[in-house]
């Protein structure tokens, strides 16, 4: 069983930043290196969104224009985790922070929710002044 479990998320003034985590457990593809990986959001009364990817090896990424230059996401398949460097945060970021690895057997980032496998329960960020 597959478990993705998000950490980091909290409460931040405008301007600030949030380092989030994703440790990844029961893979079973073996490692998360066999795994594409992403980030979503959900604000309350919208639709989930594609935050970010990367991939497999950890050399491509694709960024959602709205956090193009003050995000990055990294991983470690060493150590079965993903990171979110948030930076310059603004309350339009507020929202529940999901984590999902997808098999992806070609190794395409996808931007959407459907060509991911595995999720976690998310993490709350909030900005606010």
């Known amino acids: 069983q597959v478990q993705l479990l998000e950490s980091g998320g909290g409460f931040v003034q405008p301007g600030g930043s949030l380092r989030l985590s994703c440790a990844a457990s029961?893979?079973?593809?073996?490692?998360?290196?066999?795994?594409?990986m992403g980030w979503f959001r959900q604000a309350p009364g919208k639709e989930r969104q594609f935050v970010v990817g990367?991939?497999?090896?950890?050399?491509?990424?694709k960024y959602a224009d709205s956090v193009k230059g003050r995000f990055t996401i990294s991983r470690d398949n060493a150590k079965n985790t993903v990171y979110l460097q948030m930076n310059n945060l603004n309350p339009e970021d507020t929202a529940v922070y999901y984590c999902a690895a997808g098999r992806s057997i070609w190794g395409r980032i996808g931007t959407g929710a459907f060509e991911y496998d595995y999720w976690g329960q998310g993490t709350q960020v909030t900005v606010s002044s």
């Open positions: 990367i991939s497999k090896s950890g050399d491509n990424t």
């Open positions: 029961g893979l079973t593809l073996g490692s998360l290196g066999s795994y594409v």
